[in-house]
């Protein structure tokens, strides 16, 4: 029969019969152009599946169909090795299988074990607020004065609901130990369409490995400075997963530090907020939710500034790259560190978001950086993946992933 009538007789393409055939595990007779398939054939490729199944490489089926390839009905060629052939297939299908077994009682313990983990860690979770020994590192954004509490409700020296006043007529609310303040977003649209998406969709392989190479890089940078009673800005919490990775690294390190997490969106720093109280470790954290104009933090007070992808979502959301007024919290020795996700021509961008091009624009974002700081930038490299971005970035437009650390120019 020709090639094809033998590859649809066994439901595979024409290449896989070629490939069987130019090993040699196939012996049809070739006449003119065409090859011949013989009843024998399809004897031996029937044998070639079985034995592919069963685990089989193509180096021990060839062998196995040598054994009586030179033998007759009657007699069996070469016995002794063929049944030692068997035994020792016999022999490695044993071990397998008992390393499968192994595997899946690791694998059941694994699971077990994180079961049991994050039982706990859901049993653990307490309510948490503004630590009142903090009061005293916030300030009026209006007039730099100190804040007053008032209507405070207090859960273990922690403040859960209340207000903060300034005699100039500023004010902010504290809810669930948030502290809310003017400019705080409580409905995110583009959030929304982001939690619609499946989890591999959110974050796929490539997307992730970049993230976390980029991360890791963050981390590296934090453990080699001193944190004890540092002050850590982190301007947009963007949920919280990515810095509560970075905050679980530090924390193995020192837990002598204050963490600021500030999102525009409310829903984001209570997210910020669940993540972080599953943690077996944690630093004193303040919370808040607003614009950064109208934080009570006071300006040349925060050691470090941190984000992932901080800038630009605060563009996308707010129309502006503040890069000079984030500055503004930082010492003057104080260091910014920050993961970033662009493309490198304008065209890459969704229409829809045309008008933020600049702040998803690699060099753009580059250039704006290094007008007010003394730089180092490094690559996580590039990927088609763009999982969270998706939205932002035009299907085959490739995503780079960079990250950096400044300086006040001095």
Known sequence: MKIGEFAQKFNINKETVRFYTNKLLLNPIKTRTHYEYSEKCVDDMTTILRLKDMGFTLQEIAKYLSFFRNSTKRTLFMRDELFQFFD????DMDEHIEEIKQAKEELINRRDEIKEKYEIVQQKQEKTGLP???????ACPKCS??????????YRNEILNGSLQC???????????????????????????VILLK???????????LVSGSNNWIQEQFHKENLQDKIILDYMTQGGIRNNQILEKLMEKSEDFLYIAMDLHFDQVVNFKHILSMQEKKPKVIYLAGSYENAPIK???????????GLQAYSISKNQFPIKGIMDFLKPEGKWLETFACVTD???????FKSHSNTLICENIKRKLSEQMRTKFVSAGETSEKGELSYYIKEDAPLVFFSFIGQKKT
Request: hydrophobic letters at 30%; glycine letters at 6%; a negative charge.
């Open 167 to 193: 005699d100039c007529g500023y004010s902010a609310n504290i809810k669930d130990g948030i502290i809310v303040f003017d400019g705080v977003i409580y409905e995110n649209p583009f959030y929304e369409q």
């Open 199 to 209: 989890g591999d969709e959110i974050s796929p392989p490539e997307y992730t490995s």
């Open 88 to 91: 020792q297939k016999i022999q």
């Open 299 to 309: 300006k040349q007070s925060c050691d470090y500034v941190t984000s992932f992808l």
């Open 145 to 154: 004065k100190s804040l007053s509490i008032e209507n405070g409700e207090i």
């Open 346 to 352: 304008p065209k890459m961008v969704n229409e829809k």
């Open 132 to 138: 009142l020994d903090c009061l005293q590192k916030l």
